[in-house]
């Protein structure tokens, strides 16, 4: 039998970084984080109960170098290594790497991540799964005259999209038939550029839609899923505010989209946390899978708020062996809980970063309030790195009190120093068309329109 996980490496930073830490101390786990130049003064690095400098702050020499991280790893003689999200949570080579080594991984197997990751290949298991696709080719597309033939099923407008591409690149939408040619061409040679396979597909091209995901997670023999999330307020495919559960679903929708979040993962032999990503159609009321991201997600917390589970607490439970110990009757949903992602960011200016010295910070406290970040007053926020400094996430009995917490402990927390979106983020959540629940993901681009118009 294996043993229950003794120590492990965190590679990764920010408030990921700190979450992790902080269920490895109440699990008894030694935690070793592996470091850039750039956050040596950071939280992370004065909670964990081990640090190691890895490089510079360019994350391609220091949180995405995968020898670097493997060293330190074997170095330290840990059991297992948590990713996190982003940087090289989702590189199967990296994991294989880690295989290789005889190192635990806090995720599911390499050729899961690598199955799950080619979109087409996910979409090829989604549908022997029985799971609804958008409409759209059955594998790569590489000639024109193969995307006119699609294009002819489909119709127009239809979206092409890197097979290899994630949170929101690598995507382009073609509107008639007289620039096809010239955008497959394009979308092809920057997906070669930006991830290293010029691989596409195409798809219908879905206008008023919601992003809703299902979280699931796995110990190789039980799955369970713990609710959806709505996470239709977007700007440019990137989210700001996530909810759980979704306004718009009812009992049988519901049901539909986490039993099929389940059977993709037993097609696929899925272990630990993942989420499953679709796009929901207001018009036509039809779900259809999109991908599937293979680590935990920044979200996560609206999921542990509704069901009280500590995700990553069990993700680590899983890695070292220890069955789940539940099952789907032992999930229960309460209440309404909403993220926001508090980024260093000025929405008055394209939402450009703003990294620096964060003078003061106070964060929002109360009954439902929860806030995860690892800034404090005198940190200096690096400019090599994602700009999110914090995600605040606020329980209610149902949505409106949610709202209401939310708004209200936005207007609690205090950043000064830096520009960042927590104003922005009152004006989604205070907007009539948030609070009625009825938008989708091109509101907020509508939102922003307005305020300039």
């Known amino acids: 039998m294996p043993e229950p996980l003794k120590s492990v ?124 696709t958008v409409p759209g080719s059955l594998g790569a597309i590489s000639e024109y005259e193969e995307a006119r033939t699609v294009a002819d099923e489909v119709g127009f407008p239809m979206l092409i999209k890197a097979a290899a591409g994630g949170g929101g690149r690598g995507m382009r939408v073609v509107q008639t038939a007289d620039t096809l040619e010239k955008d497959l061409r394009e979308i092809m040679s920057e997906a070669e550029v930006a991830f290293g396979d010029p691989s596409v597909y195409i798809e219908r091209y879905l206008t008023d839609i919601r992003h809703i995901e299902i979280q699931v997670i796995s110990d190789g023999e039980t799955v369970l899923h713990v609710g959806e999330r709505d996470c239709t307020a977007q700007r440019r495919n990137q989210k700001l505010v996530e909810e759980a559960p979704s306004p718009v679903l009812d009992a049988e929708l519901r049901d539909g989209l986490a039993a099929a979040a389940v059977a993709l993962c037993k097609e696929v032999g899925y272990t630990n946390a993942g989420t499953v990503e679709f796009v929901f159609d207001n018009v036509d009321r039809k779900y259809y899978f999109i991908e599937m991201n293979t680590r935990i997600q920044v979200e996560h917390p609206v999921s542990e708020m509704i069901s009280g589970i500590d995700l990553i607490k069990l993700q680590l439970q899983i890695a070292g062996g220890t069955p789940i110990g539940m099952t789907q009757e032992d999930v229960v949903i309460r209440g309404h809980a909403i993220e926001c992602r508090i980024n260093a960011e000025d929405p008055e200016n394209d939402f450009a970063p703003d990294p620096g010295r964060i003078v003061s910070f106070r964060a929002p406290g109360g009954f439902g309030v929860r806030m995860d970040t690892h800034i404090e007053s005198g940190y200096v926020i690096p400019p090599y790195y994602d700009s999110m400094i914090g995600k605040l996430i606020c329980w209610g009995r149902d949505r409106e009190e949610a709202v209401a917490r939310a708004l209200r402990a936005l207007d609690e927390l205090e950043v000064e120093g830096i520009v960042t979106t927590a104003a922005f983020q009152k004006e989604i959540l205070d907007s009539e068309r948030f609070r009625s629940g009825d938008f989708n993901t091109a509101y907020v681009g509508q939102l922003m329109a307005n305020r300039h118009s």
């Open 9 to 132: 490496l965190i590679a990764n930073r920010g408030e990921i970084a700190l979450r992790v830490i902080r269920a490895c101390k109440e699990m008894g786990i030694r935690s070793v984080l592996v470091y850039s130049e750039a956050d040596a003064d950071s939280l992370p690095v004065k909670e964990a109960d081990q640090a190691v400098c890895i490089g510079p702050g360019s994350v391609n020499a220091s949180y995405r170098n995968a020898q670097a991280v493997i060293s330190a790893a074997l170095a330290y003689k840990v059991d297992a290594i948590h990713p996190g999200y982003g940087f090289l949570s989702e590189n199967p080579d990296f994991v294989r790497m880690c295989e290789e080594e005889g190192v635990g991984f806090v995720g599911p197997a390499s050729h899961i991540i690598k199955s799950m990751g080619d979109k087409i290949e996910a979409k090829i298991i989604a549908r022997r799964a029985g799971v609804p």
